[in-house]
């Protein structure tokens, strides 16, 4: 099997993908945004709930996608519970630049989001692993309710 | 590598050679030989086709229809004889009624918009669900601006039409019957000869979206009986950028033009332009010459090939692959059509297509992951995303055995 396919699978990734974290509905969100991926028609939702400090007190998602679209959301909401809006959006920044190769991942500041990584060798599957952080994206700076990858 | 039979042992038709002729099939892809299996996305190109639009570079091109010179009158020749070869590959009555269009997306969008300036609130336009968006949203449009009504057949579990819906859908209101030949989905045949019939005797208007049908078999517009035929040159072994609408000349004479420009007018000034005669009454603009001059090159190689076998060989891999994807685990088949084309359309467990084409990709299969523009389809199926295989003659048994491989390493990547 070829390395940069079990780069992209790494067991991190798989283990998400088998068993998302925070899957499912949020019944008291602030913010319910729903990200399309035209490309494949993956659709996921993510619940956003805010604590009276305006920090992520609660994140859920629930939709269907490929292997890497669900582990990057999942990793995703495990990460940013707890965080402010400002600390939610850098890190926003720094996946996306990780991905679209614009920055070196840097293992420090990743920790477990580095296991995303690998999609920097394919292309065609960065929308993928974005799809949640876009929507997260959405909730925290818009009020709108849909937003899509391309 | 061993030599693994090309086909079924004395089928007659020789895949492994006819596959020299397509040069691309040599690629390597991540130092693996090239798989070729999305054939039903666009199809690959034999070099006779690709040198003969380098030779009308090369040696033919101008403008066509307008100089007095000699190159316009190559350019020209070259144009218009491959409208005759059309004519003849589709058996139409007349070369007029061969008109070219960018694809099959175009001439559907052509007949719906022309045909469509006719149609009123009561009427409707009567599709399957199986069509491919583009024989979905250009009815939708035209139903937007006349007020018609779009009815839809419904599929059976097997992924065929369901004739009965079908035809109780059918009434005296259906103006248009636009339903596809082969779902380039699922690979499903729809009985076309008998749905033109019903939809003729309820005196609706008949197109045949081709897109899928040309590659795989002998298309005959006059035996169909049907008033409009689609299809595009890049799934039948023709460049990109060049398709073909087909339509009955006495209703391509009574409809209003699609695009105005040059071409399609005969005269033109403020107060009274007239048009053009058939076919070039709907080709506005400089057409795209060198795409019909490769047409007409694809139309020349098909005719060397003997159908009969060629169908048998396509058969063959699609019985071969089905066979050997349903020994995988957890692996499903959409579509199980009686009559069905080379199309395989899959799931494999819980793996999501995407997955699955990232890791065969890797082992040099292309094929397609998603909803293949078809998302009513996917829907019905209760089903995000297929994979799909689609095969072409030039395909080998050996490439079914490199999906399986490629399928078996998603399997170990996923337990
Ligand atoms: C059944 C069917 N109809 C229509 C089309 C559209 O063809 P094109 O994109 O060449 O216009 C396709 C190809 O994608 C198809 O498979």
Redesign the pocket.
């Known amino acids: 099997m070829s390395d940069s396919l079990l780069d992209l699978y790494r067991e991190v990734i798989l283990d998400h993908n088998r068993d998302p974290r925070n899957f499912g509905e949020l019944d008291d969100a602030d913010r319910v945004v729903e990200g399309v991926n035209p490309l494949c028609g993956d659709r996921m939702t993510l619940y956003v709930k805010k604590d009276k400090d305006g920090k992520i007190e609660d994140v859920c998602f629930t939709g269907s996608g490929c292997a890497i679209s669900v582990a990057s959301a999942s990793l995703m909401t495990e990460r940013i519970k707890g965080l402010t809006n400002d600390e939610a959006l850098e890190l926003f920044e720094l996946v996306h630049d990780v991905l679209t190769g614009e920055q070196e991942p840097d293992p420090v500041r990743l920790d477990k989001l580095a296991a995303l990584a690998g999609v920097r060798q394919y292309p065609s599957r960065i929308k993928c692993a974005s799809l949640g952080w876009h929507a997260l994206k959405t909730a925290l700076t818009t009020t709108d309710a849909k937003i899509s990858t391309e | 590598m061993s030599q693994a039979p090309a086909a079924a042992p004395g089928s007659g038709f020789d895949a492994r050679q006819l596959r020299r002729d397509f040069p691309i099939l040599a690629t390597e892809v991540y130092g693996k030989p090239l798989t070729y299996l999305d054939n039903?996305?666009?199809s690959q190109r034999p070099a006779q086709v690709i040198d003969a639009v380098a030779h009308y570079e090369r040696h033919l091109h101008a403008n066509v229809h307008r100089g007095v010179h000699y190159l316009s009158q190559q350019a020209t020749d070259a144009y218009e004889g491959a409208r005759d070869r059309v004519q003849a590959f589709v058996n139409a009555s007349s070369r007029q009624e061969i008109i070219f269009t960018?694809?099959?997306?175009?001439?559907?969008n052509l007949v719906a918009a022309s045909l469509g300036q006719a149609l009123g609130p009561d009427d409707e336009i009567l599709i399957t669900w199986l069509?491919?968006?583009?024989?979905i949203v250009p009815w939708q449009l035209a139903c937007q601006r006349s007020g018609a009504t779009l009815k839809v057949a419904p599929l059976l579990d097997d992924g065929s039409v369901d004739l009965l819906a079908f035809e109780r859908l059918l009434t005296e209101r259906t103006r248009i019957v636009a339903i596809?030949?082969?779902?380039?989905?699922l690979g499903t045949i729809n009985p076309v000869e008998t749905m033109v019939d019903l939809a003729q005797q309820a005196g609706a208007k008949t197109l045949i979206?081709?897109?899928?049908a040309v590659p795989h078999q002998r298309i005959d517009v006059s035996a169909l009986n049907c008033d409009f035929y689609?299809f595009?040159?890049?799934?039948m072994y023709a460049p990109?950028g060049i398709?073909v609408l087909y339509g009955r000349a006495e209703l391509l004479e009574e409809m209003p033009p699609y695009q105005g420009g040059g071409e399609m007018i005969r005269t033109v000034s403020f107060t009274d332009t007239t048009f053009n005669a058939l076919p070039y009454k709907f080709e506005a603009g400089t057409p795209n010459i060198s795409g019909a001059v490769g047409l007409g090159a694809s139309i020349d190689y098909l005719n060397n090939l003997d159908y009969a076998l060629l169908e048998a060989h396509e058969t063959d891999l699609l019985e071969y692959a089905q066979a050997q994807l349903l020994e995988l685990p957890g692996a499903k088949i959409i579509g199980t059509a009686q009559r069905k084309a080379s199309v395989m359309s899959f799931t494999l467990g819980d793996i999501h297509a995407h997955d699955l084409g990232t890791i065969v990709d890797r082992e040099g299969v292309a094929i397609r992951t998603g909803h293949?523009?078809?998302m009513p389809v996917m829907e019905r199926f209760a089903v995000p995303a297929t994979a799909r295989a689609s095969f072409a003659f030039y395909n080998l048994r050996e490439d079914v055995d490199r999906l399986m491989a490629g399928l078996t390493q998603a399997l170990e990547i996923f337990t």
């Open positions: 039903a996305a666009s960018r694809g099959t997306t175009e001439a559907i069509e491919h968006h583009s024989n596809s030949h082969i779902s380039n989905a979206d081709g897109a899928q689609a595009s040159g890049h799934k990109t398709g293949h523009c078809a």
